[in-house]
C-alpha cells in the first residue's frame, strides 16, 4: 500500500486538535493507503502535547515530536519532513483553516504524475485586513523580485512526493522559507484553489513579528533584489549630490549668492544619511543570516518523541 505522511506543526491548538484528528483520520481512511499523522508541539504553553500524546497512545499511526522550546512554524514543518516515511507528504496547518477534505483532490492530482500540488487560496475568510492585504503584496513583491516561481496566496498547504522531501533534507539553511524551496526544487507543480477558512478555536500563533521574519526569511533567501537595490539608490544619490556640487559651485562663483543654504545642506544631509542608513541595514539583513548559517547549529532540538530513527529512515 502507498505510504502517507500528514505533517502538522502545533503551537497552542488544544481546541482543534480533537476535531481535526476526526476530520483528518475520515479523509484518510477513505483513501486506502497506510498513513501515520506527525504532531510537531512548537513549545505550546497549553495542553496540546498531553492531548497529542493521549491520542498517540490511542492510535498507533499518530506520532508526535516535542520541540524543547518554540522554533518556529517553517522548521516545525521541517522536522516532521525530516522524520516521516510517507511516499507522499501532506503539510497542513492544525486550525482547520485549511479542509482535510481537500487533501483526496490533491491526491488524485499527485497519482496523475504531479510532485507538488499545493492549494492557492483565492478567498480568505474570518482574517483582519492587516493580515490580508500584507500577505497579498508579499507574495505579489517576492514572486517579482525573485527567478523562480512562488506561485502567489499560497501558504505551506500541499502534498510532495518523497523526492522533493529529499531535496529539502539536502537544504542546510537555518532560515526555511518551505514554500519558496519547493518552488525552486522544480518537478512538476500543479495546484486547486480553495477558500480558506476561517481558524476553528484559539488564535493565530504567527505574530507580527514572526511574520516579518517570515517574509525577510523568504526575500533575503531567493533574491539579491533588495541588495541590488542600495547599489541603484547609491547611484540615484550620488547623481543628484552632484547635480548639487555643480549649483552650489555656480552659486559661490557665478552669481556669488550663496549664504542662505540651509534648507538644501539639510535635505542632502538627511537624505544621504536615510539611504545609508537603509543600505547598511540591508546588508546587515543579509550578514545575520549568514552568521546564523556559519555556526552551524541545529535546526531545532527535540526534547522527546515516539519516533523510532529507523522508521523515519526506511
Ligand atoms: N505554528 C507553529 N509555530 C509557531 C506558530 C504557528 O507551529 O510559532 C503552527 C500553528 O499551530 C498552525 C500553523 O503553524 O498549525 C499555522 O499557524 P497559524 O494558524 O497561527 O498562522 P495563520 O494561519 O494565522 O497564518
Ligand atoms: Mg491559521
Known amino acids: 500500500m502507498p505510504k502517507l505522511s500528514v505533517i502538522i506543526p502545533i503551537y497552542n491548538e488544544e481546541g482543534n486538535i480533537p476535531a481535526l484528528v476526526e476530520r483528518l483520520k475520515g479523509?484518510?481512511?477513505?483513501?486506502?493507503?497506510?498513513?501515520?499523522?506527525?504532531?510537531?508541539?512548537?513549545?505550546?504553553?497549553d495542553n496540546s502535547l498531553r492531548l497529542i500524546k493521549d491520542y498517540s497512545e490511542q492510535y498507533p499511526f499518530i506520532k508526535?515530536?516535542?520541540?524543547?522550546?518554540?522554533?518556529?512554524?517553517?522548521?516545525?514543518?521541517?522536522?516532521?519532513l525530516d522524520h516521516c516515511y510517507g511516499?507522499?507528504?501532506?503539510?497542513?496547518?492544525?486550525?482547520?483553516?485549511?479542509p482535510p477534505e481537500l487533501i483526496i483532490e490533491m491526491y488524485e492530482k499527485y497519482k496523475r504524475g504531479f510532485e507538488v500540488v499545493y492549494a492557492q487560496r483565492s478567498k480568505r475568510a474570518g482574517e483582519t485586513m492587516f493580515k490580508t492585504?500584507?500577505?497579498?503584496?508579499?507574495?505579489?513583491?517576492?514572486s517579482r523580485i525573485t527567478s523562480i516561481n512562488i506561485p502567489v496566496d499560497t501558504g505551506d498547504f500541499r502534498i510532495i512526493d518523497r523526492k522533493v522531501v529529499d531535496v529539502l533534507k539536502q537544504m542546510p539553511e537555518q532560515q526555511k522559507f518551505l514554500r519558496g524551496q519547493i518552488?525552486?526544487?522544480?518537478f512538476n507543480q500543479t495546484y486547486i484553489t480553495y477558500d480558506r477558512e476561517e481558524r476553528k478555536a484559539g488564535e493565530t500563533g504567527y505574530t507580527i513579528r514572526k511574520m516579518l521574519k517570515l517574509a525577510l526569511d523568504g526575500i533575503t533567501s531567493f533574491s539579491d533584489f533588495p541588495l541590488k537595490f542600495a547599489t541603484f539608490s547609491g547611484f540615484?544619490?550620488?547623481?543628484?549630490?552632484?547635480?548639487?556640487?555643480?549649483?552650489?559651485?555656480?552659486?559661490?562663483?557665478?552669481?556669488?549668492?550663496?549664504?542662505?543654504?540651509?534648507?538644501?545642506?539639510?535635505?542632502?544631509v538627511l537624505f544621504l544619511g536615510g539611504i545609508q542608513l537603509i543600505s547598511i541595514?540591508?546588508?546587515?539583513?543579509?550578514?545575520?543570516?549568514?552568521?546564523?548559517?556559519?555556526?552551524?547549529r541545529p535546526l531545532y532540538i527535540i526534547g522527546e518523541t515516539n519516533i523510532r530513527k529507523e522508521e523515519s529512515e526506511q
Do not use: C
Request: hydrophobic letters at 50%; charged letters at 15%; aromatic letters at 16%.
Open 183 to 186: 518552488a525552486w526544487a522544480g
Open 281 to 296: 541595514g540591508i546588508i546587515g539583513e543579509y550578514i545575520s543570516r549568514m552568521s546564523a548559517n556559519v555556526r552551524q
Open 133 to 142: 492585504l500584507t500577505a497579498k503584496y508579499f507574495y505579489r513583491i517576492i
Open 64 to 80: 508526535y515530536i516535542n520541540f524543547s522550546r518554540n522554533f518556529g512554524h517553517q522548521i516545525a514543518v521541517s522536522a516532521g
Open 87 to 98: 511516499d507522499a507528504i501532506v503539510i497542513i496547518d492544525a486550525d482547520l483553516q485549511d
Open 27 to 45: 479523509v484518510v481512511d477513505s483513501m486506502n493507503l497506510s498513513y501515520e499523522f506527525i504532531f510537531i508541539n512548537d513549545g505550546s504553553k
Open 236 to 268: 540615484v544619490v550620488s547623481g543628484v549630490a552632484f547635480v548639487m556640487i555643480l549649483y552650489a559651485l555656480y552659486s559661490r562663483y557665478i552669481i556669488k549668492d550663496y549664504v542662505p543654504g540651509w534648507t538644501s545642506l539639510m535635505l542632502a
